[in-house]
């Protein structure tokens, strides 16, 4: 049934935006509060996620394509029919998918945070080269990808009971999303409760105070970066298997370098980091609403509105005495 | 030190006369440039090669000219709009000695291939998209393209006989007079089936920008819109999106049919092969090539998808008489009294342009019955 | 008033005696920056030929094709020359701020910005000469990029917001701003189908370095790399600044103009990225459009931190990347392939350099007094 939404369908597309565009940015926000809890920052998540989201797209086309030419040739030796099955048949290798880009996304963070070991090496410079060296070394091996069709992650429909076929859509929830939430109190429960997280601000915090506990920094700060590494590959594995849902060398707009600095914004605490995704992603969503609403004069302006609103929240709630309060002590961006 | 390495835009305007004629080739330029049998054609693209739209259509026409014996084709991609292109071309007559280069954006054509090509006279530059002028630009340079608008009018006919909900939408990038043909074709395509239908248009501001095309899509189904077509370098997500969905689709730039089976109608697609090896054939026999060269369905620049299993009969039906029309010469997708979205009247009570018509090539409106702003 | 100050930090002294080991000793010490810099490049050629090779391509092609289309002719040296002039001042506008321990990845923004005020300003000045209306172009960009900076350096003095979330985001602003006005109200409707300024008028357009195809900008660029060299290595302001990015409560208790020095050096940097916006406007595109957001800013950022925020530096790797860029091309076309395959090997060859900075002080031949105990 359709239903004509007219104004109403704003705050429903800043819902249905905010929950679709979200994932990726609280993805890598809450891998980077790891990883800058340890003291470290790593800006390279931009080409992580790129990174991620090509080896993700094309390890589940891989993997759904060979499932689907072993279930054909099953059949024809079996004599039967050959049933109609692509690649997109399988969203389990879409879920194998994102488990490949996480390990690609560790193996990122792992070199970033050994590099960074070093002594007099700075940890922003590396970031910045690794980005290129992603981004990089996923459109290098990316070009095969770009035409087939790879499975996409399923989605839950959470408004199946609507009869308003655009809120069935806009409520229709990828676990992904799901399993970000769950992360984020997770996250932030377990910084406060629990030795990991105890460990983990220590190094962030003081140096000199880990190595009196005889914590190996390095150790820590490399490990939190390849976990921020993993979160990132998902995020970018999110892009292309499930929204917008397809691998193209424009498929990401700069979420990852946005998603750092969301950090910062969220001041490395994982619950904000998640109404932090939830403004950007929504607020994404507000210029081609309006557009279809007939607020058509504009749009550049009206599609800048998460920077925007962005910078004035931060204006808003910062002040000069308490700069950076809850910042990590050892973090490089804010010393 | 001021210099002036191309005609100033003043100049260009004060030579504004219509070039309506198509093939205006140049005497000036001859054979001596291209050594017989042997030719190095340069394809210059502004995003990736695969992109499953617009530099993909150009790419598969190029493929098309490395067929042809003696012709050696050298091709780079992601080529910004700045000093890069024209370092490009520089490069590929310097270094691997190309005698005929297709610069295959339209931000390419000035200032960046206007300043090039005075310095190289023996090479043949053919840009995709601009206004050639006689007079005006270099006689080595050139331009071509094709009325899409056409397959877009085409679209908007079979799209309004699919649509249950009477509106149809459209997902652009810029509002420049290329995307505004296509989008008041589609819409004039679908009126001429159902006068009562509307298209709705949201501009995304880029020409590559997956998620807000992801996002347009959502914005314009979740108005009720339920046949999606669109205008953007790549059409993949838009396709994708709306297919996901569950609206009907037509294609722009490439046959985007396998990305939705069931769902995509027809489509309006570029045929480069043709012009190209045209382009190339000539020069390879010497011949001057044209300096001025428009071409649409009955030339094959430009045709249509195959139909899709949603098409009736009806519907295909439909647009295969206008398609007829408009191979046999003579249909007019503008034709007056044609009012814009705010109201003006553009296009007077009797007259009717032909889509050789340059004045189409500078349209800076929506007709009416589109819902959107250029602005 | 501006005084000379010596050299901060870790000057080298002059010998009192000249002796052969003491040039021995000075040119050891001096050896160090360039030695260990060229031994990461070598070991970037090597790994990357290892990853070429592997892949069944011949790297001594690929490096033979870098060095022809990168360096290799007078045509090459000008693609990397004209690539490498806005990259000079991107990275001006990170190195800058930097100086006072601010991390701004923002410059993209100015450079819009910049551009975009050069080509407002250059419409009123159609009919003015060259000698004003150019002059004109580049102070209208240096005050836009400054003034947007600058609000990044004023928001993080005033509202301790942090200038690096704070750039970024203002470079996302100052695009879709370009573009809004672009499109806009300042649309040349003969820009048809890409959306443009009216162009400048011919006498203000910026021609070439004689001799040779590089417009100006690279020259101006160059220069600005020396003066802001002067102004941190050699003023109090530059002395203030290392104190201040030190530690600011130390730089308060010494009087030190700590929110001039911030908002002032930020402001500098931006309106060095205006002036490359300025130079795309007026050496390169003649009017201004979406094609001034060419992530200029975003190299320049990785420039910086390679040139360790020294301006003198930037220069060499600023043409070391045009070069590596203006390669590119022709590796597409002779190898077969994919464009990216340049941005592999930058990527590599740049963690490589960086990786290289902890060799510094660890060799005993570049440390003469480590080597002969005085």
Known sequence: MDTDLGWWAVPLALIGGAIRISTPFLFVSLGETITEKSGRINLGLEGTLIFGAMIGYGMAYLIGDAWAQAAINDAIAQGLPPPAVSARSYPMAAWLGVGIAAIAGSLFGVVHGLICSLKRVNDIAVGIAMMLFGMGIAFYFGKPFIAPAAPDLPSIPFAAWSDVSQVRDAFNVNALFIIGIVLAVVLWWAFRNTRLGLILRVVGDSADAARALGYNINLVRTLATAVGGAFAGIGGAFLSLYYPGSWNEGISSGQGLMAVALVIFARWNPIACFWAAMLFGGTSALGPALQAVGVTGGYYLFNAAPYILTLGLMVATSSRNRAMAGAPGELSITR | ?375 | MVQLVGDGGDAVAPPPRVTGRSVLDWISRRAEVVVIPLGAILAGLVLFGVFLWIQGHDPFQFYDLMYLGGFGRQLSIESALSRAAPLLFAALCVALPARLGLVVIGGEGAIVLGGLAAAAIALPLANAPAFVGIPAMAIAAMIAGGFWIGIAGALRHYRGVNETISSLLLAYVAIALMNHIVEGPLRDPASLNKPSTAPIADQLMVGTLPGLNVHWGFAVGVVACILAWILIDRTTWGFSARIAGGNVRAAQIQGLPVGKLIIGFCALGGAFAGLAGMFEVAAVQYSANGSLAARYGYTGILIAFLARHNPLMIIPFAVLLGGIEASGGLIQRRMGLPDATILVFEGLLFVLILISETFYGRFRIFNPEKRSPA
């Not at chain 2, 780079?76 to 954006?105: H, K, W, Y």
């Open chain 2, 1 to 375: 030190m001021p210099f002036k390495p191309v005609p100033s835009r003043r100049d260009l305007l004060k030579t504004g006369a219509a070039l309506g004629a198509l093939g205006v080739a140049s005497p000036l330029i001859g054979a001596r440039a291209f050594a017989q049998g042997a030719l190095t054609v340069g394809f210059i693209y502004v995003g990736p090669r695969d992109d499953y739209g617009y530099n993909q259509a150009h790419a598969e026409g190029a493929a098309a000219v490395k067929a042809i014996p003696g012709v050696t084709v050298i091709e780079e991609e992601n080529v910004p709009e700045s000093v890069a292109v024209q370092r490009s071309m520089e490069s590929m007559i310097e270094f691997d000695g190309a005698a005929l280069v297709f610069p295959t954006s339209f931000g390419y054509f000035d200032p960046h291939m206007l300043a090039v090509a005075p310095r190289y006279p023996g090479v043949q530059f053919r840009h995709c998209g601009a206004v050639w002028q006689e007079g005006v630009h270099p006689a080595n340079t050139g331009t071509y393209f094709g009325y899409i608008g056409l397959g877009q009018y085409l679209n908007g006919i079979v799209a309004a006989h699919a649509s249950r909900t009477k509106k149809i939408g459209f997902v652009a990038a810029k509002p420049i007079p290329q995307v505004l043909i296509n989008i008041n074709s589609f819409l004039l395509g679908a009126r001429s089936v159902d006068p009562t239908i509307t298209c709705q248009v949201i501009f995304t501001g880029e020409w590559s920008m997956a998620v807000r095309e992801a996002e347009a899509t959502n914005a314009l189904i979740d108005q009720g819109v339920d046949v999606v077509t669109c205008h953007v370098d790549g059409p993949k997500v838009v396709v994708e999106t709306a297919a996901a969905r569950g609206a009907y689709v037509c294609g722009y730039h490439a046959n985007q049919s396998a990305l939705a089976p069931a769902l995509y109608l027809t489509g309006a697609e570029w045929n480069w092969a043709t012009l190209y090896t045209n382009f190339v054939n000539q020069a390879l026999a010497g011949e001057p090539l044209a300096n001025f060269v428009r071409g649409g369905l009955s030339d094959g620049f430009v045709k249509m998808s195959p139909y899709g299993p949603a098409v009736t009969a009806e519907a295909a039906a439909a647009a295969d008489a206008v398609k007829a029309e408009m191979m046999s010469g003579g249909f007019s997708v503008f034709r007056g009294p044609l009012y814009t979205n705010t109201g003006t009247l553009v296009i007077p009570e009797g007259t009717a342009y032909l889509e050789t018509d340059i004045a189409l090539e500078s349209m800076d409106y929506l007709v009416e019955g589109v819902i959107g702003s250029t602005s």
